[in-house]
């Protein structure tokens, strides 16, 4: 039994949002979390996520971002839980 060859194998590609705000496939997963209809991003191993995960009705609206800037350019805020600096930084934007 052969192998495929390793441009033959299937590659695995993630949906991120990107900073005009639609989906894109990336090779590279991200590296933060968010919440479409809240409009906040996180760190991906967010307490306050998991928790939301773990009640349900959260994964239907989870987004990925590549990085930061890309997140803060769709119109995403700092989550207070994970990224407490961040979220001070900008709340003291936002007043």
Request: aromatic residues 10%.
């Amino acid at each position: 039994m052969t192998r495929p060859a390793e441009d033959e194998a299937p590659r695995r590609t993630w949906t991120l949002i990107g900073p005009d705000g639609l989906p894109y496939e990336s090779s590279v997963a991200g590296t933060l979390g968010g919440h479409r209809r809240s409009r906040i991003y996180g760190r991906l191993g967010c307490p306050s996520a998991a928790r939301a995960l773990t009640r349900g009705g959260y994964l239907a609206d989870r987004v990925f971002f590549a990085d930061e800037p890309n997140a803060i350019a769709a119109g995403y805020r700092p989550c207070a839980v994970c990224m407490a600096a961040e979220y001070r930084a900008w709340r003291a934007t936002e007043c």
